[in-house]
């Protein structure tokens, strides 16, 4: 009981960042009694700071409420994203404050396990040696990947960034640096991350579609990112759009990535054909100035545009059909041609929507999938931080 109860308490600190304990009684249901005796043993481990200097609206008198917060130097966790060509990693504190992160290539031409945990290794090894003193309780690390994931999130079943399958990336870490690693789908951390980030505007159970290389989809449903029952699942953007249609990366025609994907909008502005090869990167100048035709009104770009939004709006609305309609976020550096995807994205989702009224999706864009995609893996792995923390009596 007094560990569900430390845990319980630590969830809420975790969805408040800080707050006093009246509001830990009511988040948690647990009397007063039991918050003051859970808040007491995790400040004394230092897991928890009170900040007694709380500043009392004009004229208010009486004893100050003590707000509690996570404390930053209680320990930190190791981040990597890694996608066709590059890993980026990152170190958060306790609070979820990123206090390092740096980057570096990784070979496009097959890499093995030992190239893919070299490269996420010496980085966080790096950075970890730049921190400061109080700064190296390494407690858990997490990794996301473009690709899928078995649902234990141990091992990266299959990638486009290697022909390679099944590599058991998180024991080859775990061994190295004494702590538990989870390897789980990008999306399912996009979701991790905006479930903190946008509260207010998504709610409790949403969807967000990453709009890059490749495309992709992550749900949050019930407090969690939602899997498969035994991958990480959600190929959103190898769903059928057009049998016959655009030749996709995966090696199929018509997908939805066929027309949405960055290297399928680019085939399309340049009035290529949908049969030519996908290109393998699409750098970010080659991507502004798509943007940049669009905003100028050329007529291959906007079509481009269209074509995709109308491929993703059809595959929202599937996915409204088999759940219900959702807020959606777009994430990813297609997300800032959505002024031009966004017309004939939402002509699709009414066209084929079984409600009488349509209720238009609330949509909301990050351009910056990278730093989404690491502060949703810090997220997740602080929560697993907190079990550990919660167990620990
Ligand atoms: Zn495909």
Redesign the pocket.
Known sequence: LRKRNRAAVLAAMRRAATVSRTALTGDTGLSPATVSAITGELLAERVLLQDKQINLPNGRRGRPAISLAFNPENCVVGVASLKVGAVNAAIYDYTGTQIASTQQPIRTDNPDLGDITLAIGSLCEAMLAQLPANRLDLRAINVSVQGITDIAETTMIWSPMTRKRNLPIASALAARFGVPVHVGHDCNRIVMALQAMERDRLGDHFAAVLLSHGIGMGIFQDGRPLQGERSSAM?F??LSYQPNGAL???????????YAGDYAILRAARGEPGDAAPVGIVTQADFDEILERAVAGDRCALEACERAGAAIGIGIANMFALIDPFPVALVGKGAALLDFMRPSMMEMIGRRSLMAELVEPQLVSHSDDIGIILQGSAWAALEEVDAQIAKSV
């Not at 996709?248 to 066929?258: D, F, L, Q, S």
Request: aromatic fraction near 0%; proline fraction near 0%; include cysteine.
């Open positions: 190929e953007g190898h996709c990366r995966c090696g199929r025609r018509g997908c939805i990535e066929a």
